[in-house]
Protein backbone atom coordinates (compact mmCIF):
# COMPACT_ATOMS: atom_id res chain seq x y z
CA UNK A 1 0.00 0.00 0.00
CA UNK A 2 2.46 2.10 0.94
CA UNK A 3 4.92 1.36 -1.82
CA UNK A 4 1.67 2.50 -4.32
CA UNK A 5 1.18 5.94 -2.67
CA UNK A 6 5.01 6.74 -3.46
CA UNK A 7 4.52 5.58 -6.81
CA UNK A 8 1.29 7.85 -7.01
CA UNK A 9 3.19 10.82 -5.43
CA UNK A 10 6.12 10.07 -8.21
CA UNK A 11 3.89 10.63 -11.04
CA UNK A 12 2.37 13.64 -9.41
CA UNK A 13 5.28 15.22 -8.96
CA UNK A 14 6.74 14.49 -12.22
CA UNK A 15 3.41 15.51 -13.73
CA UNK A 16 3.28 19.29 -12.29
CA UNK A 17 7.39 19.54 -13.72
CA UNK A 18 6.55 17.90 -16.83
CA UNK A 19 2.99 20.75 -17.63
CA UNK A 20 5.54 23.56 -16.84
CA UNK A 21 7.01 22.96 -19.83
CA UNK A 22 4.28 24.03 -21.89
CA UNK A 23 4.69 27.72 -21.89
CA UNK A 24 1.79 29.91 -23.11
CA UNK A 25 2.75 32.93 -25.11
CA UNK A 26 3.11 36.15 -22.14
CA UNK A 27 4.66 38.56 -24.74
CA UNK A 28 3.67 42.00 -25.01
CA UNK A 29 3.43 43.46 -28.60
CA UNK A 30 5.34 46.83 -28.93
CA UNK A 31 2.72 49.94 -28.21
CA UNK A 32 2.21 52.75 -31.22
CA UNK A 33 1.38 55.64 -29.36
CA UNK A 34 -0.65 57.04 -32.08
CA UNK A 35 -2.82 53.93 -31.80
CA UNK A 36 -3.42 54.35 -27.97
CA UNK A 37 -6.99 55.43 -27.15
CA UNK A 38 -5.68 58.08 -25.00
CA UNK A 39 -4.59 59.67 -28.46
CA UNK A 40 -7.95 59.07 -30.15
CA UNK A 41 -10.17 59.58 -27.29
CA UNK A 42 -10.50 62.53 -24.49
CA UNK A 43 -9.25 60.56 -21.66
CA UNK A 44 -9.45 62.81 -18.27
CA UNK A 45 -6.89 61.88 -15.60
CA UNK A 46 -9.29 59.99 -13.27
CA UNK A 47 -10.92 57.89 -15.99
CA UNK A 48 -7.00 57.01 -17.08
CA UNK A 49 -6.50 55.58 -13.86
CA UNK A 50 -9.13 53.66 -13.32
CA UNK A 51 -8.68 51.54 -16.98
CA UNK A 52 -4.95 51.74 -15.96
CA UNK A 53 -5.42 49.87 -12.77
CA UNK A 54 -8.59 47.63 -13.65
CA UNK A 55 -8.56 46.78 -17.40
CA UNK A 56 -5.35 47.37 -18.98
CA UNK A 57 -3.72 43.69 -18.13
CA UNK A 58 -6.27 42.21 -19.88
CA UNK A 59 -7.09 44.82 -22.44
CA UNK A 60 -4.15 46.44 -23.73
CA UNK A 61 -0.41 45.44 -24.70
CA UNK A 62 1.10 46.83 -21.60
CA UNK A 63 -0.04 43.23 -19.81
CA UNK A 64 1.72 42.95 -16.44
CA UNK A 65 2.27 39.41 -16.01
CA UNK A 66 2.34 38.33 -12.22
CA UNK A 67 4.79 35.83 -10.75
CA UNK A 68 1.60 33.34 -10.48
CA UNK A 69 1.34 33.33 -14.42
CA UNK A 70 4.76 31.44 -14.66
CA UNK A 71 3.20 28.39 -12.76
CA UNK A 72 0.73 26.03 -15.10
CA UNK A 73 -1.48 25.59 -15.06
CA UNK A 74 -2.09 28.97 -14.04
CA UNK A 75 -0.35 30.36 -16.97
CA UNK A 76 -2.84 28.80 -19.28
CA UNK A 77 -5.93 30.53 -17.76
CA UNK A 78 -4.15 34.11 -17.26
CA UNK A 79 -2.90 33.78 -20.71
CA UNK A 80 -6.36 32.36 -22.44
CA UNK A 81 -7.69 35.47 -20.17
CA UNK A 82 -5.12 38.55 -21.78
CA UNK A 83 -5.81 36.91 -25.21
CA UNK A 84 -9.36 36.67 -25.46
CA UNK A 85 -9.23 39.87 -23.66
CA UNK A 86 -6.59 41.90 -26.27
CA UNK A 87 -9.24 40.50 -28.97
CA UNK A 88 -12.66 41.72 -27.35
CA UNK A 89 -10.85 45.05 -26.71
CA UNK A 90 -7.76 46.60 -27.01
CA UNK A 91 -6.74 50.56 -25.38
CA UNK A 92 -3.68 50.14 -27.04
CA UNK A 93 -5.01 49.23 -30.67
CA UNK A 94 -7.71 51.46 -30.50
CA UNK A 95 -6.36 53.69 -33.46
CA UNK A 96 -7.10 50.78 -35.51
CA UNK A 97 -10.76 50.82 -35.07
CA UNK A 98 -13.33 51.68 -37.49
CA UNK A 99 -15.29 54.48 -36.44
CA UNK A 100 -18.56 52.22 -35.83
CA UNK A 101 -16.39 49.94 -34.29
CA UNK A 102 -15.33 52.34 -31.75
CA UNK A 103 -18.98 53.15 -31.02
CA UNK A 104 -19.57 49.63 -29.84
CA UNK A 105 -16.87 49.16 -27.88
CA UNK A 106 -17.53 52.02 -25.75
CA UNK A 107 -21.01 51.00 -25.83
CA UNK A 108 -20.02 47.30 -24.45
CA UNK A 109 -17.51 49.24 -21.67
CA UNK A 110 -20.59 51.22 -20.46
CA UNK A 111 -22.39 47.68 -20.26
CA UNK A 112 -19.82 46.09 -19.11
CA UNK A 113 -19.24 48.12 -16.40
CA UNK A 114 -22.57 48.69 -15.05
CA UNK A 115 -23.29 45.05 -14.83
CA UNK A 116 -20.56 44.37 -13.09
CA UNK A 117 -19.39 42.19 -15.18
CA UNK A 118 -16.03 43.49 -15.63
CA UNK A 119 -13.30 43.22 -14.51
CA UNK A 120 -13.56 39.59 -14.14
CA UNK A 121 -14.46 38.50 -10.50
CA UNK A 122 -11.49 36.09 -9.89
CA UNK A 123 -8.83 38.98 -11.55
CA UNK A 124 -10.05 41.11 -8.66
CA UNK A 125 -9.61 38.59 -5.72
CA UNK A 126 -5.59 38.25 -7.31
CA UNK A 127 -5.78 42.42 -7.68
CA UNK A 128 -7.84 43.72 -5.03
CA UNK A 129 -6.83 47.28 -6.19
CA UNK A 130 -8.58 46.61 -9.38
CA UNK A 131 -11.72 46.54 -8.02
CA UNK A 132 -14.24 49.08 -8.81
CA UNK A 133 -16.34 51.29 -6.45
CA UNK A 134 -19.89 52.34 -7.75
CA UNK A 135 -18.47 55.67 -7.64
CA UNK A 136 -15.82 54.09 -10.06
CA UNK A 137 -18.21 52.64 -12.01
CA UNK A 138 -20.36 55.40 -12.75
CA UNK A 139 -17.60 57.63 -13.90
CA UNK A 140 -16.49 55.23 -16.16
CA UNK A 141 -19.71 54.48 -17.71
CA UNK A 142 -20.85 58.12 -17.74
CA UNK A 143 -17.43 58.67 -19.74
CA UNK A 144 -18.11 55.62 -22.35
CA UNK A 145 -21.52 57.25 -23.29
CA UNK A 146 -20.15 60.83 -23.55
CA UNK A 147 -17.34 59.49 -25.90
CA UNK A 148 -19.41 57.23 -27.65
CA UNK A 149 -21.96 60.35 -28.49
CA UNK A 150 -19.23 62.57 -29.67
CA UNK A 151 -18.58 59.69 -32.42
CA UNK A 152 -22.63 59.48 -32.80
CA UNK A 153 -23.52 56.90 -30.25
CA UNK A 154 -27.45 56.78 -30.44
CA UNK A 155 -29.18 55.79 -27.17
C1 LIG B 1 -8.63 39.31 -16.10
C2 LIG B 1 -8.78 39.90 -17.39
C3 LIG B 1 -9.75 41.02 -17.62
C4 LIG B 1 -9.84 42.24 -16.98
C5 LIG B 1 -9.00 42.73 -15.84
C6 LIG B 1 -10.89 42.97 -17.65
N1 LIG B 1 -11.41 42.23 -18.66
FE1 LIG B 1 -12.82 42.79 -19.98
N2 LIG B 1 -12.76 40.98 -20.90
C7 LIG B 1 -11.92 39.93 -20.53
C8 LIG B 1 -12.21 38.78 -21.36
C9 LIG B 1 -11.51 37.42 -21.25
C10 LIG B 1 -13.23 39.16 -22.26
C11 LIG B 1 -13.89 38.35 -23.34
C12 LIG B 1 -14.80 37.30 -22.84
C13 LIG B 1 -15.91 37.82 -22.00
O1 LIG B 1 -16.70 38.67 -22.46
O2 LIG B 1 -16.00 37.39 -20.83
C14 LIG B 1 -13.54 40.55 -21.95
C15 LIG B 1 -14.47 41.30 -22.62
C16 LIG B 1 -14.69 42.64 -22.41
C17 LIG B 1 -15.51 43.48 -23.24
C18 LIG B 1 -16.19 43.06 -24.52
C19 LIG B 1 -17.49 42.42 -24.28
C20 LIG B 1 -18.06 41.91 -25.57
O3 LIG B 1 -19.27 41.70 -25.58
O4 LIG B 1 -17.29 41.71 -26.54
C21 LIG B 1 -15.49 44.72 -22.70
C22 LIG B 1 -16.22 45.96 -23.23
C23 LIG B 1 -14.66 44.67 -21.53
N3 LIG B 1 -14.18 43.39 -21.38
C24 LIG B 1 -14.40 45.75 -20.72
C25 LIG B 1 -13.56 45.71 -19.61
C26 LIG B 1 -13.31 46.86 -18.78
C27 LIG B 1 -13.90 48.23 -19.00
C28 LIG B 1 -12.45 46.44 -17.81
C29 LIG B 1 -11.93 47.24 -16.65
C30 LIG B 1 -12.89 47.91 -15.84
C31 LIG B 1 -12.15 45.04 -18.06
N4 LIG B 1 -12.86 44.63 -19.16
C32 LIG B 1 -11.28 44.26 -17.30
C33 LIG B 1 -10.96 39.97 -19.55
C34 LIG B 1 -10.75 41.02 -18.67
Request: hydrophobic share 40%.
Amino acid sequence: MKKILMWALGILVAACILIQLKRPDQTNPPVNPAAVYTAHLSVPDDVKAIIGRACNDCHSNETTWPWYSNVAPVSWLVAGDVEQGRRHLNFSEWGTYKKARMIKKLSEIEGEVTDNSMPLQKYVKMHPEAALSDADRDRLSKWAIEEGNKLGLKQ
